[in-house]
């Protein structure tokens, strides 16, 4: 079982350093230009922020491998970094270890809700190599409307990569997924 | 598929070769793995053959926007789509580190016999069952081969498929949702299924090859056919439950390793090469 501080750590590795930590903070407000609720850092999608004497250098963890927010991540790091003063800003995208949606962060999920996109319920599991069987067991997703579990998945693939849609048979409304990844 | 990020391979422009239009230095592509990683030359040729079997499907995948069945089938075979283009940049932009070529250079400027992409992501869209036969294949082949490629002893290989294993996992559960609502759905729908499934199999057999390069690559890359009997075991209960067999017959001659392949990939890379050809180093 992993601990509270322990999954924060993790998911948003703050610098121990001032100097690098004071340019997180300002990092760390750049949204996610799909979901203007969340930021890189509620995202976890913000790995590292470094200030060397004549240098920023800033690395990123893409959430989908073909995300195409991720050029705008790394653009408007850049401009805010920028306008608070910071040279030769440099943005890196790295891979490993992989994202996932348990990097988000409660207030996050609490913030998506909120702006009407149901949080990811659940765990990341990576299943093992082997027969798939066709039917997965999901946990019910609940409507950020009306708060129902009656609702039902109406495509797995929703309006980005992270998202699937849904649909409340209670408040009938169709609402977006953050899916588990 | 270009962008901005830094990187650390120097720049490489490509002139037109009449003149006629200015070339600005080509923007450089991403850094996608910490630190100056840069593939061996065997590793660079593993790395293209992956990098080229998503690029190829994530391009056909694309033609079905706005003519799949239902919406929901477009926004799915788009997001598929994306998925694949992001494996794909990433495997091909290692394997452009060992020749000092981007992701783009390798994706638009080389012709069909420098592609070493595998016959099945070639095969025509088809109807819809024909697609669905073919993404049921290859994400179920893609899911093995990146699960066991997360160990695999080159760093940035491994990163790359410990993020794609998670994505080609969701590849193949759509795929398999579908196999099941075509075969089980109307006489119509099961007699497709079935004629696109007998159509694609014979492109199986070149999926699990051992070419020779295999041989190079202990530890690093897959033996194809170390993952034939995972396909089989992980498609066998869906096959079941559809009530479909796996087809009998003959084997397609395959070759794509080595840059031979069907009059299928040139019609791809023309439509796929236009743009970038006709303005080289245009961006938007």
Request: net charge negative.
């Amino acid at each position: 079982m992993v601990t509270t501080a322990a999954h924060e750590a993790i998911s948003r590795p703050r610098p121990a350093d001032a100097a690098s930590l004071a340019a997180w903070i300002i990092a760390a407000q750049v949204v996610d230009p799909e979901i203007p609720v969340l930021t890189i850092e509620d995202l976890g999608v913000l790995r590292s922020v470094r200030v060397t004497s004549d240098a920023v250098a800033v690395t990123l963890t893409p959430t989908y491998s073909g995300c195409p927010a991720m050029d705008a991540m790394r653009d408007d790091v850049l401009a805010v970094l920028a306008s608070a003063g910071y040279e030769n800003v440099s943005v890196r995208l790295v891979l490993s270890p992989a994202w996932t949606t348990d990097w988000m962060s409660e207030i996050g999920k609490a913030k998506l809700r909120e702006y009407g996109i149901a949080a990811p319920t659940g765990h990341a599991t990576v299943r093992s190599s082997g027969p798939a069987g066709p039917i997965r067991l999901k946990m019910a997703v609940k409507c950020p409307r009306c708060s129902s579990l009656n609702t039902r998945e109406l495509a797995h693939f929703g309006s980005t990569s992270c998202k699937s849609l849904y649909e409340c048979r209670d408040c009938l409304e169709p609402f977006d997924y953050f899916k588990v990844l | 598929m270009s962008n901005h990020f830094e990187a650390d391979v120097p720049a490489s422009g490509h002139e037109d070769e009449h003149g006629h239009v200015a070339v600005d230095v080509t923007t450089l592509d991403a850094e996608l793995i910490e630190g100056p990683s840069l593939a061996t030359p065997d590793v660079a040729e593993y790395a293209l053959w992956l990098g080229d079997d998503s690029l190829i499907l994530a391009q056909q995948l694309g033609a079905w926007i706005s003519r799949a069945p239902e919406l929901e089938e477009d926004v799915a075979l788009g997001n598929v789509a994306l998925d694949l283009i992001g494996h794909a940049r990433s495997l091909l932009h290692y394997a452009g580190t060992a020749t000092n070529r981007t992701e783009d250079d390798l994706a638009y400027w080389r012709t069909e016999p420098d592609f070493r992409s595998l016959h099945i992501v070639e095969q025509p869209n088809g109807d819809f069952a024909h697609t669905i036969a073919r993404q049921f294949i290859v994400s179920h082949y893609l899911f093995e081969l990146y699960s066991r490629l997360r160990a695999s002893a080159d760093e940035t290989i491994a990163a790359i498929a410990a993020k794609a294993v998670k994505e080609v996992d969701y590849h193949r559960d759509h795929s398999t949702q579908w196999v099941l609502r075509l075969a089980q759905g109307t006489d119509e729908s099961r007699h497709r299924m079935i004629t696109a499934l007998s159509d694609l199999w014979p492109y199986v057999e070149e999926i699990f090859r051992d070419d020779p390069l295999i041989d190079r690559l202990e530890g690093i890359a897959v033996r194809p056919s170390s993952l034939l009997p995972a396909f089989d075991a992980a498609i066998a209960p869906v096959l079941a439950e559809a009530e479909l067999e796996v087809p009998r017959g003959f084997v397609a001659s395959g070759g794509g390793r080595t840059g031979k392949h069907s009059e299928h990939l040139a019609f791809l890379l023309a439509e796929m090469q236009v743009l970038t050809r006709a303005h080289p180093g245009a961006s938007w």
